[in-house]
């Protein structure tokens, strides 16, 4: 780790103007499981490091059913997976969460990192894109609301300008008889990164799908949808020969790319396999909810 | 049988507590004034030439005491530098992406890594030369200027093997090779009624250990003494190189073993004397402490190795012929022993029909060294599938096939070498009662999920060198143990249970230590399985020595004669009288306290092995694999091991499990992976893959006691075997679930799906 300036703001306005103040470099600092093993391993070298650790009011979860789920950006994956509500009303973000790391992790990474992070593996930026999640941002312009599925540009790139800060997301209540998943592909069980993964919800409306989301990892330069494969769902009957073909569009949907954690081939092979596994989960919850 | 009171009794470890609370000191704890740290500047490129370095940006940070390039290093025998550890940096050429380049002494850590960035190094690229099969053909491009001479100090200090190598005399990347036959192997082909034929991958990996390499060295220039505070293996190793590399007297010499974070043999000697020289250059003491991905660029690794296999078997199970090609990759500098693999891979079985080439072959890759015993677990994932597919094929039970073909004493290794007493068939006898194994065939699959049983052996030969140490009498009449082995595996817990049970005092009465190579007696490396079956041999001979020193004074004191004698919680006394007897205490009086009688209690033990004692295990894997994604996840494991006579059971268990873990991460996820320029593209913990606590199912342990000759009570090295079958359990457990064979190691879920023509 090369030497750097510390900043600890205690408000919001201090962390953007520090920003705005010394530009591009700055790095912003939350549970650091991300920046601090860049800065040691990753060659990654900021001149300056704004901690949000003392800015208050970015740590709240609170959920109203008509105004949704509203989650700050300094939750911990800990508490995300711990949350009663989010394990049941938003599964595939508890799942998500909860999978990360190791306990050690949990405690420490936090939503707003993983997804500033922008890593097409970041475990819960797919259930927050199923849900069709808000993240809301604050910088020296003022506050602004990006889709969480628009937000990602490439790997570690986001639309967030230099002075921005993420300060949390807003998921909108999922309609009644929605399940939702995520699940994702590693060789290990733990303490590993999704080669794959894949988040879907599915929101019933009788016996047929309403609405549907599937949201890929791992298998773009960022998360990406499967628009196809959810056209496909809407208004079907839920059926085995449905979710394969729907299984299929969202296979061709992704563009992975051969890395020391796979092969395109062997990505695009379990997108397929996944999204199936998922489709049955998800329907599997909605009857039950 | 002979009833013991202290040894074969399970004992947790004397440094356990230390180890939980933090309170071990490891050489990355030694803080000394004025220390300086040192970063190395690794090569970008897997070979190419030095055109030039430019140190001035960095030495103008601030912090930075020096920065040192081959250029200012003491030059060394040229014959020498076919040997890794010669090359402190590189000078002309790079050889392996990783390899050091500069090191940088600075006030700080933070501030050596700054540095690193500052140093400018022109190069030139050469063609790399990463793949061995490719290496070995007569046009292929030279990975390095050949080598000569090789220094195989190190391996031995593994196994001992007395077969000649030879050495190419053409310019070749071919740095050692070796071949056995025995019969006719076409006719031998010509009589199976089976012959399978494969080619068996296995990839190179890592030791794995925990602390990464660490050393301090602080040389004094008034006195002319070096001391190294360091995590090794083998302390005199180091000493007696340091000695060797530099013409220093081993008087001038101390080399302080720390308490060791895991080796698994890739700690031995690699650090030290860098660090010596660059204290000596600075004038000040040095810290060399890797990252891990400094450990997984630029240590020692173990050997990939691809084995081109055929053998045959005849359908009553005897087997005819081996027919066999090994290469193993050694990277950039000579390191893996292409003899053992030979051996081990027509050893296991009574081949009739024998031939077997062996080679050593040099790539731009970080050079090899050993690992739990080196070479063997890639040989055995070959014969080991081999004769699992052999049996399946000609309908046979595996376990069955394997017992009627299992070597035991006086067969004769491929090198004509008859084995001493073995416990191989012990081992599958206890395998084939065993409930897992019994369970094959038996289980349901589940959720889309097959299940499978395998089961795979393994054999180590083990080292041999000599040892000694020191047994002695406190004050206070408690006893004390002296060795110069570092413990790397609860060997000093199992010399306090020796030296318990020879002087019949209870444990608590017992203290062992390590000193350094200023003050203990001589020890060899501890690798090759033979710390406890030399060293412990030592101890044993040491604490009778002290026990007949007892009894003479106890017998002229009490006038008895001193072949009457028996030691009996903590006191000396005539055999049947327990009134006529004299107190541990007391005679610590007598010989150690002012104006004392008698001279001081002090048992000598320095023994030569001679005779190895091999080590066999017997494993089986009960696995379940996802047909769709290839996911294998282990259910059970089941691990049977000959310890010869096991002196602390639960430090045998435990060596076993470790083992067996290494193999299974062998089986299922550890590969250093190259990209096609020769850079090491997992240097991380996440990419490179050992198993975690979630991976690895339970263990269940069986020791089997098969005496060796010379070891103590007839303990046999226990340390290498369990990680040898691993990889082919697990691969004869996957044909056991799907019906498909993943030849190469580890079988990872893309293999296995292209395997079943998934992908
Ligand atoms: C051992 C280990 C295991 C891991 N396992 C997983 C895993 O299984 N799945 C997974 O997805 N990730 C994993 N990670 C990565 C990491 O833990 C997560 O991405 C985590 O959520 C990052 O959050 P953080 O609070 O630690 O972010 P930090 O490291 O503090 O920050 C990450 C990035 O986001 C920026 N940033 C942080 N907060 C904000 C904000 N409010 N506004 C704008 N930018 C911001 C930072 O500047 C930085 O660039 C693992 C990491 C470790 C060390």
């Known amino acids: 780790m090369h030497r750097f300036e510390y900043h600890a703001p205690t408000s919001l306005d201090e962390a953007v103007a520090l920003l705005k103040e010394h530009g591009d470099g700055t790095k912003l600092l939350a549970g650091g499981t991300d920046l601090l093993v860049h800065m040691k391993e990753g060659g990654l070298h900021p001149p300056r490091v704004v901690s949000l650790h003392a800015v208050a009011g970015l740590d709240g979860i609170s959920f109203d059913k008509s105004e949704g789920l509203s989650i700050g950006s300094a939750v911990s994956m800990g508490d995300i997976e711990a949350n009663d509500t989010i394990r049941q009303r938003y599964t595939a973000l508890a799942e998500g969460a909860g999978i990360v790391g190791s306990v050690q992790t949990r405690s420490m990474a936090t939503i707003g990192g993983n997804i500033a992070n922008a890593a097409p593996s970041a475990d819960t930026a797919p259930p927050l894109a199923v849900f069709d999640a808000i993240a809301q941002i604050i910088g020296s312009g003022g506050a602004r609301e990006v889709p969480v599925i628009d937000l990602f540009e490439g790997p570690g790139s986001t639309v967030l300008a230099g002075d921005e800060v993420l300060t949390g997301f807003t998921l909108p209540t999922p309609p009644a008889n929605t399940g939702s998943v995520y699940q994702r592909h590693t060789p290990r069980k733990i303490m590993d990164i999704a080669a794959v993964s894949v988040g879907v919800r599915l929101s019933l409306d009788g016996g047929n799908i309403g609405e549907a989301r599937i949201c890929l990892g791992a298998v773009a330069a960022t998360i990406i949808r499967a628009t196809e494969a959810e056209d496909a769902l809407a208004g079907q009957t839920p059926s085995t020969e449905l979710f394969a073909k729907v299984a299929e569009l969202a296979r061709a949907a992704s563009s992975p790319i051969s890395d020391v954690r796979g092969s395109a081939e062997f990505r695009h092979h379990l997108v397929g396999v996944m999204t199936k596994r998922c489709l049955d989960v998800a329907l599997e919850r909605a009857q039950e909810n | ?759």
């Open chain 2, 1 to 759: 049988m002979t009833t013991y009171s202290s040894v074969g009794k399970p004992i947790t470890r004397i440094d356990g507590s230390n180890k939980v609370t933090g309170d071990s000191l490891y050489a990355g704890d030694v803080q000394l004034p004025g220390m300086l740290h040192c970063k190395l500047l690794r090569s970008p490129h897997a070979h190419a030439r030095i055109v030039s370095i430019d140190t001035s940006n960095a030495l103008a940070l601030e912090g930075i005491e020096r920065v040192i390039t081959a250029a200012d290093l003491p030059t060394f025998n040229p014959k020498r530098m076919s040997n890794r550890a010669y090359n402190l940096l590189a000078a002309d050429e790079v050889l392996f992406y990783g390899q050091p380049v500069a090191a940088v002494l600075a006030v700080d850590v933070s501030t050596a890594e700054e540095a690193l960035d500052l140093i400018n190094v022109v190069y030139d690229e050469l063609p790399a030369v990463l793949d061995s099969l490719a290496a070995m053909e007569e046009d292929s491009p030279l990975a390095r200027a050949p080598v000569t001479e090789i220094d195989r100090s190190e391996s031995k200090g593994h196994v001992s093997v007395d077969v000649k190598e030879e050495q190419s005399d053409k310019p070749s990347n071919i740095a050692s090779q070796a071949k056995f036959s025995r019969g006719d192997v076409d006719q031998g082909f010509d009589e199976a009624d089976c012959v399978v034929e494969r080619t068996w991958r296995s990839a190179m990996m890592h030791q794995g250990y925990i602390e990464p390499h660490s050393t301090v060295a602080d040389f004094n220039a008034a006195s002319g003494e070096l001391t190294i505070w360091t995590a090794t293996q083998g302390q005199f190793f180091v000493r007696d190189q340091i000695s060797n590399m530099l013409r220093m007297p081993e008087t001038k010499i101390r080399v302080i073993g720390t308490e060791l974070g895991g080796g698994f043999g890739g700690k031995i000697f690699l650090t030290q004397t860098l660090a010596a020289v660059l204290a000596k250059l600075a004038g000040r003491p040095v810290k060399i402490i890797f990252t891990r991905k400094d450990d997984l660029q630029g240590a020692t690794p173990s050997a990939g190795c691809v084995v081109d296999l055929k053998t045959g078997m005849k359908k009553d199970g005897a087997i005819t012929a081996i027919k066999a090609k090994i290469v193993y990759d050694a990277g950039a500098f000579p390191g893996a022993s292409a003899v053992v693999g030979a051996i081990l891979l027509g050893g296991y079985y009574r081949f009739p029909n024998l031939e077997i080439e062996t080679y050593e072959v040099l790539t731009n890759k970080v050079s090899v060294g050993a690992i739990r015993a080196p070479g063997a677990h890639n040989v055995t994932f070959a014969i080991e599938s081999h004769m699992d597919m052999m049996a399946r094929e000609l309908g046979l039970d595996p376990l069955e096939a394997r017992m009627q073909n299992a070597v035991s004493e006086g067969d004769k290794m491929p090198s004509d070498v008859p084995y001493t007493r073995i416990g191989m068939k012990e081992c599958l006898e206890a395998v084939r009662d065993s409930d897992l194994w019994k369970s094959r065939g038996k289980k349901q699959n589940g959720n889309g999920k097959a299940r499978g049983i395998g089961m795979a052996v393994g054999g180590w030969l083990g080292g041999l060198q000599p040892a000694s140490a020191h047994v002695e009498l406190n004050g206070d009449g408690t006893i004390k143990v002296v060795v110069g082995a570092n413990d790397i595996s609860g060997t000093n817990t199992s010399f306090m249970q020796i030296a318990a049970e020879e002087l019949g005092v209870p444990l608590e009465m017992v203290s062992v230590g390590t000193g350094d190579t200023k003050t203990a007696p001589f020890a060899g490396m501890s690798a090759g399985s033979k710390t406890l079956f030399t060293v412990g041999r030592a101890v044993k001979e040491a604490a009778e020595d002290a026990r007949q020193q007892l009894f003479n004074i106890a017998a002229e004191r009490l006038e008895a004669n001193p072949d009457d004698m028996e030691s009996v919680d903590g006191e000396i006394r005539v055999k049947g009288s327990p009134d006529k007897s004299i107190p541990f205490r007391r005679l610590a009086g007598i010989t150690t306290g002012f104006g004392a009688l008698y001279p001081p209690i002090i048992g000598r033990g320095a023994i030569t092995a001679r005779k190895q004692a091999p080590g066999f295990t017997a494993q089986v894997a009960e696995v379940e694999v996802d047909e769709e994604t290839g996911q294998v996840t282990l259910l059970n494991w089941g691990i049977v091991q000959d310890a010869g006579f096991a002196i602390n059971p639960l430090s045998v268990a435990g060596q076993m499990q470790g083992g067996a873990t290494q193999g299974i991460g062998i089986g299922l996820w550890e590969e250093m992976i190259f990209d096609d320029k020769g850079h090491l593209m997992n240097d991380g913990l996440l990419d490179y893959r050992m198993p975690t606590a979630l991976d690895v199912p339970n263990i269940e342990t069986q020791i089997v006691e098969v005496p060796s000759e010379e070891g103590p009570y007839g303990a046999r090295g226990v340390g290498e075997p369990s990680i040898i079958p691993g990889a082919a359990a697990i691969s004869n457990a996957i044909e056991d679930a799907i019906g498909v064979r993943v030849t190469e190691a580890p079988a990872t879920p893309e293999r296995i799906l292209r395997a079943l023509g998934k992908i």
